[in-house]
């Protein structure tokens, strides 16, 4: 860069580095999501929670006689019913960053499984409970696996390493 900006950069950098300050750039090229090891407890912690919300919400939602434990059932499911099927794979190395990543890919499927039902004029609140299949599957694997495959040795499909 160039100007006062640049110069205002390159001063704090050097001023960091006389004081032996080590800065991890904070943009998304220090981004790494990884596979998840067994014994990684952020990512049992969301197959856990996922698993308990896609068993007991729908259970909440169909048999629950009046309205008082449905809302917040249904809201624990939009919010937390799907994301933990991809993220209990998924290690983002920070725990707010995990639960975020849970609940945005949720209510992105939520929202994709309504408007697909909408779409083909089947739509019926009921029907959307069956995204708690796929989660349930995936989460009660993930709890039972010791170690995810790889597809070659020394790749490893999910770290984005973007710059």
């Given at each position: 860069?160039t100007g006062?900006?640049?110069?205002?950069?390159?001063?704090r950098?050097?001023?960091?580095?006389?004081?032996g300050?080590?800065?991890?750039?904070?943009?998304m090229s220090?981004?790494?999501?990884?596979?998840?090891?067994?014994?990684?407890?952020r990512?049992?912690?969301?197959a856990?929670v996922?698993?308990?919300?896609?068993?007991?919400?729908?259970?909440?939602?169909l048999a629950?006689?009046?309205?008082?434990a449905?809302?917040?059932?249904?809201?624990?499911?939009?919010?937390?019913?799907?994301?933990?099927?991809?993220t209990?794979w998924?290690?983002?190395?920070?725990?707010f960053?995990?639960?975020?990543?849970?609940?945005?890919?949720?209510?992105?499927?939520?929202?994709?499984a309504?408007?697909?039902?909408?779409?083909a004029?089947?739509?019926?609140?009921?029907?959307?409970l069956l995204?708690a299949?796929?989660?349930?599957?995936?989460?009660?694997?993930?709890l039972?696996?010791?170690r995810?495959r790889?597809?070659a040795?020394?790749?490893?499909?999910?770290t984005?390493?973007v710059?």
């Amino acid at each position: 860069m160039t100007g006062a900006a640049g110069g205002l950069d390159g001063a704090r950098e050097r001023a960091r580095k006389r004081r032996g300050v080590s800065v991890v750039d904070a943009t998304m090229s220090a981004m790494h999501v990884r596979w998840s090891r067994a014994g990684e407890p952020r990512t049992a912690t969301i197959a856990v929670v996922g698993l308990a919300v896609a068993v007991v919400a729908p259970i909440l939602i169909l048999a629950a006689p009046g309205r008082g434990a449905t809302l917040p059932a249904a809201l624990a499911f939009a919010a937390l019913g799907f994301g933990p099927a991809v993220t209990a794979w998924l290690d983002t190395g920070d725990a707010f960053a995990q639960l975020a990543l849970t609940v945005v890919i949720s209510l992105a499927c939520y929202a994709l499984a309504a408007a697909v039902l909408i779409w083909a004029h089947a739509w019926h609140p009921n029907l959307i409970l069956l995204l708690a299949i796929p989660s349930v599957l995936s989460c009660l694997r993930r709890l039972g696996s010791r170690r995810p495959r790889r597809s070659a040795a020394g790749f490893d499909p999910l770290t984005f390493d973007v710059d």
